[in-house]
């Protein structure tokens, strides 16, 4: 499964998800997207970006749940029948 | 069935929970379908995240060590001055003309502000070059490279500018606590013996807080559209870096 084949139309694929998750980033609250970034982007645990946004712990969490639940939505919606990303890497039960 | 709070699934996503808690959310997980959806579709937009990040850390692996020393000390004399220049920056704050004694304090201050970021500054940035160059780069590849970096310094500058940028914003947010105690301190020590003048004072201090402060959202802004800019923009960066990188590493082989 790691032997990542980096077939053109993956690449394309890859791009076209990237195109949907910055779109969908771009889409959250600054108060919100702040914080996926500093957690995925920049590493910093929970508490970190609490001292640093000087919110308490627990508003840092969840907003980030409300992230990530907003980005699944519009994720969703983006892509369409996406079920299960190993369907397609088999591939043997076909339509 | 009560459900695990939102934020207790955030630590435990992110493995910021504790081990009983681990186990107590992975039996919950067991038996409840609803935050299985819920973890689930955190997890794939995680994922998404993650896999979404890798550019950005290969960019200076892939793009090759030459570049990252070029690159690193482009950036740790722009941090430095960048971060230094914003903190200092309410240079043309309007107080009082004829408060003399305070504009010449605020100075103080802010000499006295930058005196204390400096070092923490530079031992980010030191942690950070660290970080990201494990080979030390000797004197006649560093000049051949300080040759060629002047062709290219300005693009490496905007280029690493937003790298550098998150990390000023760490930095500076981290820093703030102990800068405001320090303003407070001058703050107090100056209105035991003036009070006027400590009027004066506080507003001057209010007005660097204010720019600070705006600073360091504008840093924070800067950074959030870090994130959502690296896909194109990225790919036109590691061409030029890569061109970069050709030209650095093939002159000085090339020539000799």
């Known amino acids: 499964m790691t032997s990542s084949a980096r077939s053109p139309s993956a690449v394309v694929e890859n791009e076209e998800r990237a195109e949907m998750l910055r779109q969908a980033l771009l889409r959250l609250p600054e108060t919100h997207r702040v914080v996926v970034v500093l957690r995925h982007y920049e590493n910093l645990k929970f508490r970190e970006i609490a001292d640093a946004l000087d919110l308490p712990e627990g508003t840092v969490k969840s907003r980030m749940a409300d992230a990530l639940t907003q980005l699944a939505r519009w994720l969703r919606h983006l892509r369409e029948p996406v079920d299960i990303k190993q369907r397609t890497l088999h591939d043997s039960s076909g339509p | ?256």
Not at chain 2, 67 to 87: E, H, I, M, Q, T
Not at chain 2, 96 to 116: F, I, N
């Open chain 2, 1 to 256: 069935m009560t459900h695990p709070a939102p934020e207790d699934w955030m630590a435990y996503l992110y493995g910021e929970s504790d081990a009983p808690e681990n186990a107590a959310l992975d039996a919950h997980l067991q038996s409840c379908a609803t935050c299985r959806a819920h973890v689930d579709a955190w997890r794939a937009t995680m994922a998404d995240l993650e896999r979404r990040r890798l550019p950005t850390e290969r960019r200076i692996s892939e793009v090759g060590r030459h570049l990252a020393r070029v690159a690193v000390a482009a950036a740790l004399l722009f941090v430095v001055g960048y971060a230094a220049g914003r903190l200092t920056r309410p240079e043309p704050v309007v107080i009082a003309p004829e408060s003399v004694d305070v504009a010449a304090l605020r100075k103080a201050v802010v000499a006295d502000v930058v005196r204390t970021l400096s070092p923490t500054l530079e031992s980010s940035v030191r942690q950070e070059v660290a970080r990201r160059v494990a080979v030390v780069v000797s004197d006649a590849v560093r000049s051949e490279l300080s040759e060629a970096t002047r062709h290219v310094r300005n693009d490496v500058e905007t280029r690493y500018r937003k790298d550098m940028t998150e990390l000023a914003t760490s930095t500076v947010s981290l820093v703030t606590t102990r800068t405001n105690e320090l303003l407070f301190a001058f703050a107090q020590d100056y209105g035991a013996s003036r009070l006027e003048d400590r009027q004066e004072l506080v507003a001057a201090l209010n007005r660097i807080e204010s720019e600070r402060r705006q600073d360091y959202e504008l840093l924070v802004r800067n950074l959030a559209s870090l994130a959502t800019l690296t896909g194109a923009e990225l790919a036109r960066t590691q061409q030029q870096l890569a061109r970069f990188v050709a030209y650095a590493t093939a002159s000085p082989e090339g020539e000799r």
